[in-house]
C-alpha cells in the first residue's frame, strides 16, 4: 500500500478547500434563464455575469428582450460539476434545452487564476513588488486556459453558434478576494484569451473579444475586490451592446 505522506495530505487539503470555495462561490448566483424571447441568444460565464445578473438586466432592457443565461459564479471553462457547472457544461445544457445558438456572450477563464489564488496561490500568480514579473508557472496555466478556450469555442463553431461576444476581464483591486498583485495575471490573461478568439474556428459570421481594463475602475467595483457593481455592470453591458445590438 503505498505511503500517505505528508506532501500528498498537503495537496489533498488544497484540492479539498479549492473544491470547497469553488462550491460555495456557485451558491451565490442569479437564476439562470432557460426560456427566453430569444433562445438563440445565450450568455455563458462565471460571476461576472451571474453574482448580480446586472449586466444581462440592462441588456435586456435596451433590447427589450429576454435572452438564456447559464453564467455560474465561480465556474471555470473545464473541470466543474453538478453544482458548479463549467462554462462547457453550461454550453451543453443550454444546447440541450434549445438546440439552435445563434449569438453567444460569455466570458471564462478568470476562476483559474483567482481562486487558487485565493487559497495559497500554488501557480505564484500574485506579483509582489520584489518580484520582476508573471511566474513561468501562473503562464503555463494561463497558457492551458487558452487551450480549453480555444477547444470550446471550436466546438461552439462546429455546432453552428455564428456570433461570439467573448468578454475579458479587468484589473481588480485590494478586498476580500481580489489583490492588485493578480493584475500582471490579469493582463496576460487577457491576451491568451484574446488570441483564442482570433485563432478559433467559431462562430464564422462574427465574433469579438471586449477589453474592459480601460472602462472599469475601483470605484467600478464591490469591496470583494473583484465583482462589479451597479456601475461597473453598466459598463461591461455597454460595451457587449455595442457588439450584440447589430446582431439582433
Known sequence: MKRFTSGMFARFMVVLLLSSLVSACGIFSVSWIRNASRNDVVNLGDSIYAL????????????????????????????????????????????????????IFMDGGGNEILIPAIVFDPYNCKVNWWESGLSSSCKALINDVYVDAVTLLNQMGRDGVQNIIYQGYYHVKNGAFGSTTLNQAVDYGDAKLALAVANATAAPNYRVFIDPRPYIYNSDIIIDGVHPNDSGSYKLAQRIWAKLQPLL
Open 52 to 103: 448580480s445578473g446586472g449586466i444581462h438586466d440592462y441588456l435586456q432592457s435596451w433590447s427589450g428582450q429576454t435572452f438564456r443565461r447559464y453564467s455560474k459564479s465561480g465556474a471555470t471553462i473545464t473541470g466543474g460539476d453538478s453544482i458548479t457547472p463549467d462554462v462547457g457544461m453550461q454550453y451543453a445544457t443550454a444546447k440541450s434545452d434549445h438546440p439552435y445558438i445563434r449569438t
